[in-house]
C-alpha cells in the first residue's frame, strides 16, 4: 500500500537497490528529502509495484541509528573521528599488517548489498587489486556459487546466466525459490504475484519445495519435496524423460558436447531409490515431466534454495540437462540470456577462474577469484604462517550469514585489526577498530548493471541523486577509492583511481551504442524489448560448444548416493532444517525499519503438527533446535504448510541478547540460523555452504 504522499514540493524518480527487483519508485520531496514514497506507474517492467522494502527507504533516511561519521574504537566505546584521519589510519595499518605478515593476512569480506550499488561493485576491484589477498569472501558463497559454476563450466562464462522467459513461458518447474517474497532475485521481476497469475491462466506453474510458500500457493501444483532432496528429483526428471521420446536437439545442431555421456550416466539410479531419498512418488515425477514434455515453451528454474545445499551443483546442472533435452535452453518461452546493455560477459570481463590457488587450512578451491566463506573462521583461528589477523568487512554481517557464526564471531575478536565499511553498528561491525559509513544511496548516481543482466526484460536506467551528499558525508566510491590511495600511498605503490560515477555510467553506455542522454532522460527508464536467443552466439567455452559433461560434475555424481544421503547419526528422532525469506525481511540487515518489523512476528519454527505431536511438544511452546554444530531457541508454530519431517526457519534473524546495538532490531525476537549450520557442509563443486538439509533435533525446554 503507497504511502500518503502528502504535500511536495517536488517528484522524484528512482529504481529501488533495497533488493533484486529493481521497481521504479516516486518519491515526493520536500524541503530536498523524500517525505513520502510509492511505485511508479510509468515505469515500463515495475509498473507501479512496490514491496514493503521500497516504502521502508523512508525508515533508513531517518533512522537515528544510521551512522554518519566514521568511528574509531577508543577501548571499549567509540568516537567519531574525521575522514582524513580515519582513512590515513586505515590505510597505514592495513599496510603495516600487509608488510609484516603478508598480503593474504588481510580478508576481505563483501556483503550482498555491494552488488545492488555501482558506487560499490563498480570500485572494489581497484581496491582488490591492490590488495592482492586471496583471503577474499563474499555472500556468493552462501548464495548463487553453483549457478556461477556451472554456467562457468557448461558455457564458459559464470555470468551466462540462463534466466526463465517467465512472461511467454506456458510451464514453469521451480525448485527452491519463493519469488513472491524475494522478488524474482536472479530472475529478476516486480510484481511477481501479477507475473506467476498470468502464468497460470496461460499454462502451468509447478513448485517444488518442502513448503507450500506465498508462491506455492498462487501454483498450478505443489509437491512437497524432501529438503536437500532436489538432486534426485531432477534426475528422475530426466530419466523420465527420456522414456517420453528422444531429446529435442535441432536447435544446438554441433553445438553440444558431452549430452549423450551425461543422460548415460544417470542409467545406473534405481527410480525406486530417487523417489526414496526424494520423498516424491514416481507418479508425481512423471506427472511433473509430461507436462514439461508437452508444453509450447517450457522451463525448469532452481534458486538458492537448490543452490545452498549438499548438491547444489549438480542440481543446476541437472537443471540446464533438463532444458537441453527438451529443447528449451535459448528458446523464446523456455530460458534466456539476457543481453544487458552494459555488458557483464564478454570481453574485459570476469569469466570465473577455477581453483587458481587454495584455502590454507582445508584447501577448498578458489572460484571467481574469491574462496568459499565457509573456510573464514578457520582461516582466522588456526595459527601458522598466513593466518588471517585483519578483516576488511564491506556492507556485509557474516556473523549473521555465514555458516557457524558464532564461532566466526569469536575469530573475530582475535583479529588485530578490523575495518568495516557500513552504515549500522551490527552483530560483525560492532567489533570494528574502525567503522566507515557511507553516505545514502539516493545521493548517489547509480546504474544497476548487475540485476539488469538478470532481468526477465532487457531494461535500462540511470538513477541520478535526489539529493547532494553533505559536506561530511562520503559516498561508497570515494570511500573504496580514498583507502585504496592511502595503502598505495603507505605501500610506496602506484595507484591509479577510476573517473567518478557518472562519467564512469555515461562511458560504459556510450560503448552499448546508445546514447547516454536518451536514457538520462528517461526517468522512467527503457523498455527495450523481451529476451531474445543469444546464448549459441556468445559462448565462451574452449570449445565454442554447450560443454554438457564437465568433468568435475560427472565425478560428483558417481559418488552420489541415494542411499547414504539420508544416512542418520545414530541418534533417532532427527528432522531436516531448510531456510525461508519473508518479503519484509532482506537478509539480515533490515530489522530496524519499523515499516518491516511492525505486525505479526515471522521468527518461529515451522514444524508439522505430527512432528510437534511425536515430540509431546505443542504450538506456541518454546524448545531447543540442536544440530551437531550448536544449539538455539526457538518458537514453535505447528503448520502443515511444511512436509512431515522438515522444520524450517527463517534466515536473518538473531540480533538480540547484546549482539547488535541498534534500538529496534536488537528487539526483534528469534535465533540465528547460521548458530546451527556446519562450514564443513559445503558444495564439494563450487565451495558453497550448504545451509538446507542439514540434520537437526528438537527437544523440550530452552537452548
Known amino acids: 500500500m503507497a504511502e500518503d504522499i502528502g504535500n511536495a514540493d517536488q517528484v522524484r524518480f528512482r529504481a529501488c537497490d533495497l533488493c533484486e527487483a529493481i521497481c521504479g519508485l516516486e518519491f515526493r520531496m520536500r524541503d530536498g528529502r523524500p517525505q513520502a514514497i510509492r511505485g511508479d506507474v510509468l515505469d515500463p517492467f515495475s509498473r507501479g509495484f512496490i514491496c514493503p522494502k521500497g516504502n521502508a527507504i523512508l525508515d533508513l533516511e531517518a533512522d537515528p541509528d544510521r551512522l554518519r561519521r566514521p568511528l574509531r574504537r577508543r577501548g571499549g566505546h567509540f568516537e567519531e573521528i574525521g575522514w582524513d584521519e580515519a582513512i590515513a589510519w586505515a590505510g597505514e595499518r592495513i599496510a603495516e599488517i600487509q608488510s609484516a605478515h603478508g598480503d593474504d593476512a588481510v580478508a576481505v569480506y563483501l556483503g550482498n548489498p555491494n552488488v545492488h550499488h555501482f558506487g560499490s561493485f563498480a570500485y572494489l576491484p581497484p581496491l582488490l587489486k591492490l590488495l592482492r589477498s586471496r583471503n577474499t569472501y563474499s555472500a556468493s558463497s552462501v548464495d548463487q556459487w553453483p549457478h556461477q559454476m556451472v554456467n562457468r563450466l557448461m558455457f564458459g562464462h559464470q555470468f551466462l546466466l540462463p534466466i526463465p522467459d517467465l512472461d511467454r513461458t506456458r510451464f514453469l518447474l521451480m525448485l527452491g525459490a519463493n519469488p513472491v517474497a524475494s522478488n524474482g532475485s536472479l530472475m529478476t521481476?516486480?510484481?511477481?504475484?501479477?507475473?506467476?497469475?498470468?502464468?497460470?491462466?496461460?499454462?502451468?506453474?509447478?513448485?517444488?519445495?518442502?513448503?507450500?510458500?506465498?508462491?506455492?500457493?498462487?501454483?498450478?501444483?505443489?509437491?512437497?519435496?524432501?529438503?536437500?532432496g532436489d538432486v534426485f528429483f531432477l534426475i528422475g526428471l530426466l530419466r523420465r524423460l527420456t522414456a517420453l521420446g528422444p531429446p529435442r536437439l535441432d536447435r544446438y545442431q554441433g553445438r553440444l558436447v558431452g549430452f549423450e555421456q551425461a543422460i548415460d550416466a544417470l542409467a545406473r539410479f534405481a527410480i525406486a531409490d530417487l523417489t526414496a531419498a526424494c520423498g516424491l512418488s514416481e507418479a508425481d515425477i512423471a506427472s511433473v515431466a509430461e507436462g514439461l514434455w508437452q508444453a509450447d515453451g517450457g522451463v525448469v528454474y532452481g534458486r538458492m534454495g537448490v543452490s545452498t545445499q549438499a548438491h547444489g551443483s549438480l542440481c543446476q546442472w541437472l537443471i540446464q540437462l533438463a532444458n537441453l533435452y527438451t529443447g528449451n535452453l535459448d528458446r523464446e518461452g523456455g530460458a534466456l540470456v539476457n543481453q544487458p546493455i552494459v555488458p557483464i560477459t564478454g570481453p574485459g570481463t570476469s569469466a570465473g577462474g577455477i581453483g587458481r590457488w587454495h584455502s590454507r587450512v582445508r584447501g577448498l578451491p578458489e572460484f571467481a577469484g574469491e574462496l568459499p566463506v565457509a573456510a573464514l573462521a578457520e582461516e582466522m583461528l588456526t595459527p601458522g604462517p598466513g593466518q588471517v589477523r585483519a578483516l576488511i568487512s564491506i556492507a556485509g554481517n557474516p556473523v549473521l550469514s555465514t555458516p557457524d557464526g558464532s564461532r566466526l564471531e569469536q575469530a573475530l575478536t582475535g583479529l588485530d585489526l578490523r575495518i568495516a565499511i557500513d552504515i549500522?553498528?551490527?552483530?560483525?561491525?560492532?567489533?570494528?577498530?574502525?567503522?566507515?559509513?557511507?553516505?545514502?544511496?539516493?545521493?548517489?548516481?547509480?546504474?544497476?548493471?548487475?540485476?539488469?543482466?538478470?532481468?526477465?526484460?532487457?531494461?535500462?536506467?540511470?538513477?541520478?541523486?535526489?539529493?547532494?551528499?553533505?559536506?561530511?558525508?562520503?559516498?561508497?566510491?570515494?570511500?573504496?577509492?580514498?583507502?585504496?590511495?592511502?595503502?598505495?600511498?603507505?605501500?610506496?605503490?602506484?595507484?591509479?583511481?577510476?573517473?567518478?560515477?557518472?562519467?564512469?555510467?555515461?562511458?560504459?553506455?556510450?560503448?552499448?551504442?546508445?546514447?547516454?542522454?536518451?536514457?538520462?532522460?528517461?526517468?522512467?527508464?527503457?523498455?527495450?524489448?523481451?529476451?531474445?536467443?543469444?546464448?549459441?552466439?556468445?559462448?565462451?567455452?574452449?570449445?565454442?560448444?554447450?560443454?554438457?559433461?564437465?568433468?568435475?560434475?560427472?565425478?560428483?555424481?558417481?559418488?552420489?548416493?541415494?542411499?547414504?544421503?539420508?544416512?542418520?547419526?545414530?541418534?533417532?528422532?532427527?528432522?531436516?532444517?531448510?531456510g525461508r525469506r519473508d518479503i519484509r525481511s532482506n537478509n539480515s540487515w533490515m530489522h530496524n525499519a519499523p515499516r518491516l518489523i511492525k505486525g505479526r512476528s515471522r521468527h518461529q519454527l515451522l514444524v508439522h503438527p505430527n512432528d510437534l505431536a511425536a515430540r509431546g511438544l505443542a504450538d506456541g511452546a518454546s524448545a531447543r533446535l540442536r544440530s551437531r554444530r550448536g544449539a538455539i531457541p526457538v518458537d514453535l508454530s505447528a503448520s502443515t504448510d511444511v512436509r512431515p519431517g522438515a522444520v524450517c526457519l527463517p534466515h536473518g534473524f538473531g540480533h538480540g541478547h547484546g549482539r547488535n546495538p541498534q534500538r529496534l532490531a536488537s528487539g526483534v525476537v528469534g535465533a540465528s540460523y547460521n548458530d546451527l549450520t556446519d562450514p564443513e557442509q559445503i558444495d564439494p563443486v563450487s565451495g558453497n555452504a550448504a545451509l538446507n538439509g542439514i540434520e537437526v533435533w528438537l527437544d523440550a525446554g530452552a537452548a
Not at 548517489?444 to 538478470?454: K, L, P
Not at 560515477?501 to 524489448?529: M, V
Open 189 to 228: 521481476a516486480p510484481g511477481m504475484p501479477k507475473r506467476l497469475k498470468a502464468l497460470t491462466e496461460r499454462g502451468t506453474l509447478v513448485v517444488v519445495d518442502p513448503r507450500r510458500t506465498e508462491t506455492a500457493a498462487l501454483a498450478s501444483r505443489h509437491l512437497p519435496i524432501r529438503p536437500g
Open 424 to 578: 549500522y553498528l551490527n552483530e560483525t561491525s560492532r567489533h570494528a577498530d574502525l567503522v566507515l559509513p557511507p553516505a545514502s544511496s539516493l545521493s548517489q548516481s547509480h546504474y544497476d548493471s548487475i540485476f539488469n543482466a538478470f532481468a526477465v526484460r532487457r531494461i535500462a536506467r540511470i538513477n541520478r541523486p535526489l539529493y547532494p551528499r553533505g559536506a561530511d558525508e562520503r559516498g561508497d566510491w570515494e570511500i573504496l577509492t580514498a583507502l585504496a590511495s592511502a595503502i598505495a600511498r603507505h605501500k610506496g605503490v602506484p595507484f591509479n583511481p577510476l573517473p567518478e560515477p557518472d562519467r564512469l555510467i555515461a562511458h560504459a553506455i556510450a560503448l552499448s551504442g546508445l546514447d547516454p542522454s536518451e536514457l538520462a532522460a528517461a526517468e522512467h527508464g527503457l523498455d527495450l524489448g523481451p529476451l531474445r536467443p543469444s546464448l549459441l552466439d556468445r559462448l565462451e567455452t574452449p570449445s565454442a560448444a554447450i560443454e554438457c559433461a564437465p568433468a568435475i560434475l560427472l565425478a560428483e555424481l558417481a559418488r552420489l548416493s541415494p542411499e547414504q544421503t539420508y544416512t542418520e547419526t545414530g541418534q533417532p528422532g532427527s528432522l531436516r532444517l531448510f
